[in-house]
Structure formats: C-alpha cells, structure tokens
C-alpha cells in the first residue's frame, strides 16, 4: 500500500532546531524525487527542498542554507528526512513528503505541524 507518513514537528523557539521525517511506503518511491512541502495558514503549499534518487539536493531560497533535506532508499520504504536550523516563526507550516511533479504525486499524508514561537 502506497503512503505517505511524516512525524518529527513541535513547537520550537525562533532558532531553534527540528527534523522531520517520513516514511514512504511503496517501492515505488526509490525512483523519484522526493520533495518537503508547507502550507501556512492562508497560503498555498509550496516546496521547499527536494532531492534526487542519487541524493542532489535543491532548496528554496527561503531555506537555504538552514535546511537539509536527506533520504534513504530501503527496499520497500523511503524514509526522507528533513533537518531544520536557524527556525523562525515564518516556517510556522504543515509541512508534508510528497513527489517533487505532481505527474506522479500521491495522496498527500496528514502532515505535522511546525510551529515557531517564543
């Protein structure tokens, strides 16, 4: 069965540190770009980092440079990770794993929600 599962949000002090995570069931997933996506309250989600399945990276300029976006290609899952530094409050956000096109994107998880505060 095809799924999307992210965990690893929380409510954090501007400048402090998260790592989301996600599992994507379907062996499927080992062949595509693998993209972290938000959505803030009133805005439409946007992709903020992806990666390829040999590991090239690209992020958005509002996260270079303090994201980092990893996967790792098991056999019947890919779990892809995203490490969050420098946070402030405008990456408060849902945020989700999904495929990079939307030629081959699945139904998206639930999410986990970022929240920066102090």
């Known amino acids: 069965q095809v799924q999307l599962v992210e965990s690893g949000g929380g409510l954090v002090q501007p400048g402090g540190s998260l790592r989301l995570s996600c599992a994507a069931s379907?062996?499927?997933?080992?062949?595509?770009?693998m993209g972290w996506f938000r959505q803030a309250p009133g805005k439409p989600r946007e992709l903020v980092a992806s990666?390829?399945?040999?590991?090239?990276?690209?992020?958005s300029d509002s996260v270079k440079g303090r994201f980092t976006i990893s996967r790792d290609n098991a056999e019947t899952t890919v779990s892809v990770y995203l490490q969050m530094n420098s946070l402030k409050p405008e990456d408060t956000a849902v945020y989700y794993c999904?495929?990079?096109?939307?030629?081959?994107?699945?139904?998206w998880g639930q999410g986990t929600q970022v929240t920066v505060s102090s």
């Open positions: 379907g062996s499927i997933f080992r062949f595509y770009v």
């Open positions: 999904n495929t990079e096109s939307a030629t081959y994107r699945r139904p």
């Open positions: 990666i390829t399945r040999g590991g090239s990276t690209n992020y």
